[in-house]
């Protein structure tokens, strides 16, 4: 059928199976936003109060089902504001599809009003993006769109599509939803002297990462772990990736991670690392990073492999078509004494835990954990409340701690929140800070408007807490900018937008706030008082090793 | 620092130099000298960059390359097994003084003269760099008024073609 480039980009997005999609109108995407009213029985848009707002949305729905999430806005400024949205899903490996409008092709380079030349800005940080010129090329773009957002290693994908382009007419014809690719398995010469060492190691250690979630590769994982009776630790992109409570589970390793993961780690003599890329905030100083541990690596974007450290094994390939491949070769070894050694990490934790009574951090989020369902999911901002949810909050369904690690971005957990509540269909949490929450609080706007159902746990310690956490421990305590004197009332700000919220000043009042809170309809703010100078801990100084570890304030 | 010669095959479409090149800028690698052209295929161009860096981020660089959807293939080439040509063009003052030994120098290089003006000589020189380079140095003993130089073009040496390399 004839349609106009505009049908053609909705019409495309609803045959590759996008039910729901974010974004913001503007001048040179007012066409698309026509036919997104003309197509509305088939496709929800949902409106963000900023661009990156929905952009953080799309991204937290992508996180959530792991299909690519999508993201529509004007050209200029509307563009623009996508830039960190696409920059937080790059670094994460986050597939999602983001089409801008631009001006006439006619007035491209001419510096016309809310031109900017988006596919040039964001080339570092998309996988791959596409200025549409010709009308006959729309509607494949897209599909091919899909295709690179969702294989291999996922990422965000641009189309600019100039508005005479929108407006031309062209013959649509219906295709099937694309299969992503790029799902290979390892080199078989690669996979039989991997699990020769893996055979050989006495005390192995497993290290899962975001790859592992999108490999879907938990099973296989846990398989090996039993068979050569292996501790699990992950990054913070492995969250979720299995149940907190997994008994082979120590929990997130690195800078802030569990006593006993990072110890398991680093007293380790072979590292299984499964879709995860040895980030700084993971190893510390990488010249004492695991020095006496053989790294088999196992990765399906062959740039991580070897790039920080000094890989033994180095297997590209889809993580679960390449595990099992290599099941096989294993042998079932049982290992007492290492396990001995792992018990003992876990028990030396419990005793540096944060024990204390009253708002403490942890204490707040066992709360919280009392009324997660097995499908909330759960997203955060970025800074010290970001570390005590992903040490504490408990999970049991994959998928459902959205956060930002890479880039780690300030305002994201507001639209990924929202975007998480419409892929889960279910009430959703984001556990911030007053920092962050004051970054991107306009879309408390949004989520009133389409009475997304969302506790917000707002940890309100009225500073910046991670940046004081580091002048207090590396700048003498010379708080420049990071006490937030800001007297803002945020049930008063939650009450404005028309929604609620409640305060928590002692864990009765946090109870009740969060029973209110779970039983709300809409969004439910929480703002959790606790100390400004609580700690996130353990700590391992930036470019420290496990020698240099802080577990108690004092150390 | 060493110096490192890549070729890469990419598909011939706008904007795909800017994607290889940008890959240098963001690992501040300085591009030495590179060259574009279509291929034997109309659908690809090839790229040589010649650059200087370390070899841990040399390493790093190609493996960030086959993260472009407009990479074909990428081939590192080494002196002893390929071939390398740069041509040369090079404009230097002409006088009756000098003139005998700026054509004497030239015969050496089998230098070609391509324009000749009672004022300046403008020559062509081709060969591999140093050949090039050594040529230039000479001529630094009369009056260089400009030099252009095409960057290097280069093929592996033997049947071996960089459409064969795989990641």
């Not at chain 1, 291999?152 to 099937?176: N, S």
């Not at chain 1, 809409?522 to 609580?534: A, L, S």
Request: glycine share 8%.
């Amino acid at each position: 059928m004839l349609l106009s480039g505009a049908d053609i980009i909705v019409k495309t997005l609803i045959e590759q199976g996008c039910e729901t999609v974010f974004g913001y109108p503007g001048g040179q995407i007012i066409n698309v936003y026509d036919s997104l009213y003309k197509y509305q029985d088939e496709i929800t848009h949902i409106l963000a109060a900023h661009e990156q707002g929905a952009a953080h949305a799309a991204d937290g729905y992508a996180r959530a089902t792991g299909k690519p999430g999508v993201v529509i806005a004007t050209s200029g400024p509307g563009a623009t504001n996508l830039v960190t949205g696409i920059a937080t899903a790059y670094i994460d490996s986050v597939p999602m599809v983001a089409i801008t409008g631009n001006v006439m092709t006619s007035q491209i380079g001419s510096d016309s009003f809310q031109e900017i030349d988006i596919t040039g800005v964001t080339l570092p940080i998309t996988k791959h993006n596409y200025f549409v010129g010709k009308i006959e090329d729309l509607a494949d773009t897209i599909r091919e769109a899909f295709v690179i957002a969702a294989s291999g290693r996922p990422g965000p994908v641009l189309i600019d599509v100039p508005k005479d382009i929108q407006q031309a007419k062209y013959e649509y014809e219906p295709k099937a939803p694309v299969v992503p690719g790029g799902r290979i398995c390892a080199k078989e010469i690669r996979i039989s002297p991997a699990a020769d060492c893996i055979n050989k190691a006495e005390r192995p250690f497993i290290y899962f990462g975001g790859g592992t979630i999108t490999s879907e590769a938990q099973e296989e994982m846990l398989q090996l772990a039993e068979l050569i009776d292996a501790p699990i630790g992950c990054s913070m992109m492995g969250i979720s990736g299995v149940p907190t409570d997994h008994p082979r589970f120590l929990g997130m390793q690195g800078m802030h991670g569990h006593y006993a993961s990072s110890m398991a780690m680093h007293n380790a003599d072979c590292i299984i690392a499964l879709g995860a890329r040895f980030n700084d905030r993971v190893t510390g100083n990488r010249a004492k990073f695991s020095v006496g541990a053989k790294i088999v690596h196992i990765d399906i974007e062959g740039a991580e492999l070897g790039k920080t450290t000094n890989d033994a094994h180095m297997l590209r390939g889809d993580i679960k078509m390449t595990l099992e491949k290599l099941l096989p070769l294993i042998k079932k070894d049982e290992k007492p004494e290492w396990m001995a050694k792992v018990a003992a990490f876990r028990e030396e934790e419990t005793r540096v835990q944060d024990n204390r009574e009253g708002m403490t951090p942890r204490n707040c989020l066992m709360a919280l954990n009392k009324y997660l369902g097995e499908n909330t999911a759960v997203a955060t901002d970025v800074g010290q409340h970001q570390m005590w949810a992903a040490q504490t909050v408990e999970f049991k369904k994959t998928r459902r701690f959205i956060s930002s690690g890479g880039l780690g971005t300030m305002g994201f957990g507001m639209g990924a929140a929202i975007g998480a509540a419409m892929a889960t269909r279910e009430r959703s949490v984001l556990v911030t800070g007053d920092g962050s929450f004051g970054m991107n609080l306009n879309e408390m706007a949004t989520a009133v408007t389409y009475n997304v159902p969302m506790v917000i746990l707002l940890m309100n310690n009225g500073v910046l807490g991670m940046v004081r956490q580091w002048q207090t421990l590396f700048f003498d305590k010379h708080y420049s900018n990071t006490i937030l004197d800001r007297r803002t009332d945020f049930v008063k700000l939650a009450q404005a937008f028309g929604a609620d919220g409640a305060v928590a000043t002692n864990l009765e009042e946090l109870d009740d706030a969060l029973a209110k809170a779970f039983a709300c309809d809409g969004p439910f703010i929480v703002d959790c008082r606790i100390d400004k100078d609580e700690f996130v801990l353990p700590m391992l100084p930036p470019g420290g090793s496990m020698d240099d570890i802080i577990v108690k304030v004092g150390d | 620092m060493e110096r490192y010669t890549i070729a890469i095959l990419v598909n011939n479409q706008s904007g795909v130099l800017n994607r290889v090149t940008s890959m240098f800028r963001r690992r501040q690698f300085n591009i030495a000298c590179l060259t574009v052209s279509e291929t034997e295929s109309p659908d690809y161009s090839r790229i040589t960059i010649l650059f200087e860096g370390e070899e841990s981020k040399k390493n790093q660089l190609i493996n960030q390359f086959y993260k472009l959807p407009d990479v074909i293939s990428i081939k590192e080439l080494h002196a002893k097994d390929s071939v390398s040509r740069e041509l040369l063009l090079i404009k230097v003052a002409n006088s009756p003084e000098t003139r005998e030994e700026i054509r004497s120098a030239a015969e050496a290089f089998e230098a070609k003269t391509v324009d000749y003006t009672r004022e300046s000589i403008v020559m062509q020189v081709t060969g591999d760099r140093k050949r090039i380079d050594d040529f230039i140095n000479i001529m630094r003993d009369f009056t260089i008024m400009e030099i252009c130089r095409t960057g290097l073009v280069a093929l592996q040496c033997g049947d071996a073609t960089i459409r064969q390399e795989t990641n």
